[in-house]
């Protein structure tokens, strides 16, 4: 009964550093996605897959990587981190893009010093 | 390209008042709605969504929207709020084509007073 879960759950990096969020799901989802949250913006898409072995760009995809190895997981990447990265990054995953909506991890804060 | 419009930052009700939480979306055709609301520190939980058929659905937790067309509008109302209610609620749009992601709007936080 895991659903979607997101390691690490806070992370302080400092600028130009990399590393890898982790989101998986136990629900045997197709459809995964990367948002980050920002005050008064919003959940804006970051990257997002619409199967094993493929991604595409969202609204927000500067500064960013990610991958699909398996269809349990999602990464998303920061190569070399920038303060303007500092936010709360949220993975969901859906069995079908529409109209099911989404399952939520509980969210990674990560703060770029 | 969709997009989402919440009107209202921030609202403050009273515990047992009334409650309408404003949506407004762009979308050429008929979209895909979804309420979502987010406690502190937490994920998003879906509340209720629409896809087609009656124009009024039910969700969790007492709340109910409105699929109103031709006004571009999906409002989510209660009609007495606890003060377990406070919390931050996403509208969000979805598209039958192009980005097959969900499209959030910038969230209206709740506020409870007793």
């Known amino acids: 009964n895991a659903g979607v879960t997101q390691t690490p759950k806070f992370r302080v990096l400092k600028t130009g550093q990399s590393m890898t969020l982790l989101c998986a799901q136990d629900?045997?989802?197709?459809?995964m996605y990367w948002y980050r949250q920002d005050p008064g913006m919003g959940l804006r898409l970051i990257h997002y897959s619409v199967g094993e072995g493929t991604t595409a760009k969202g609204e927000v995809p500067d500064g960013y990587n990610v991958s699909r190895l398996k269809k349990q997981n999602f990464l998303l990447g920061l190569e070399s981190a920038a303060p303007s990265q500092t936010s709360v990054y949220f993975c969901?995953?859906?069995?079908?893009?529409?109209?099911?909506?989404?399952?939520f991890g509980s969210g990674t804060r990560l703060t770029v010093v | 390209a969709q997009s989402v419009t919440q009107p209202d930052i921030h609202i403050t009700v009273s515990e047992g008042a009334s409650l309408e939480l404003r949506c407004n979306y762009s979308?050429?055709?008929?979209?895909?709605l979804f309420w979502y609301v987010q406690s502190p520190g937490q994920g998003l939980q879906l509340l209720l969504k629409?896809?087609?058929?009656?124009?009024l659905v039910q969700g969790i937790k007492g709340f109910e929207a409105e699929f109103k067309r031709s006004q571009s509008s999906f409002n989510l109302r209660k009609p007495s709020v606890h003060w377990s209610d406070a919390a931050e609620y996403f509208c969000?749009?979805?598209?039958?084509?192009?980005?097959?992601?969900?499209?959030f709007g910038s969230g209206t936080r709740l506020q409870v007073q007793p």
């Open positions: 969000a749009v979805g598209a039958y084509t192009g980005r097959r992601a969900l499209t």
């Open positions: 629409y896809f087609s058929g009656d124009t």
């Open positions: 969901a995953s859906s069995l079908q893009t529409l109209p099911g909506g989404y399952t």
């Open positions: 979308y050429g055709a008929t979209p895909y």
């Open positions: 629900m045997n989802h197709e459809y």
